[in-house]
């Protein structure tokens, strides 16, 4: 399983779409077996084809913190679980995902620098 978190100092970005890079969590037995940084591209995250990066790199859930209802959909439109209301330090996060104790919120963010999510 491959699990991604915007991320910006080893912390979950608190905004899907404009977070400083993506980091991709290999799981192997219930344990993070691997890490990998992907950069974030530039502009809007929903409209930028990062989804379909992340899809083709064989990520399934997404961590996020805030994400609009846009950016959710494209994201389970490319069978990717998104779980919102995330913070903190991203390896700790990952660790209480994995044991069960992370569930999305199902708040989405209600603003947009660049249009709609």
């Known amino acids: 399983m491959k699990i991604a978190v915007p ?3 080893g ?3 608190n905004h899907f779409g404009h977070c400083d890079h993506y980091t991709i969590f290999t799981i192997n037995d219930g344990e993070i077996k691997m890490k990998e940084i992907l950069p974030s591209p ?3 995250g929903c409209k930028s084809g ?3 990066v992340l899809r083709q790199k064989g990520v399934q859930t997404m961590l996020a913190g805030n994400m609009g209802e846009g950016a959710r959909n494209v994201l389970e439109s490319h069978d990717i679980k998104v779980v919102r209301g995330c913070s ?3 390896d700790e996060l990952v660790r209480a995902y994995l044991a069960g104790e992370i569930r999305d919120n199902g ?3 209600s603003h947009h620098e660049c249009g709609t999510h």
Request: hydrophobic share 40%; glycine share 12%; charged share 20%.
């Open 50 to 52: 990062i989804v379909l």
């Open 88 to 90: 903190g330090n991203i």
């Open 42 to 44: 530039q502009g809007c």
């Open 11 to 13: 912390m979950v970005d």
């Open 107 to 109: 708040e989405a963010c």
């Open 7 to 9: 991320t910006r100092d």
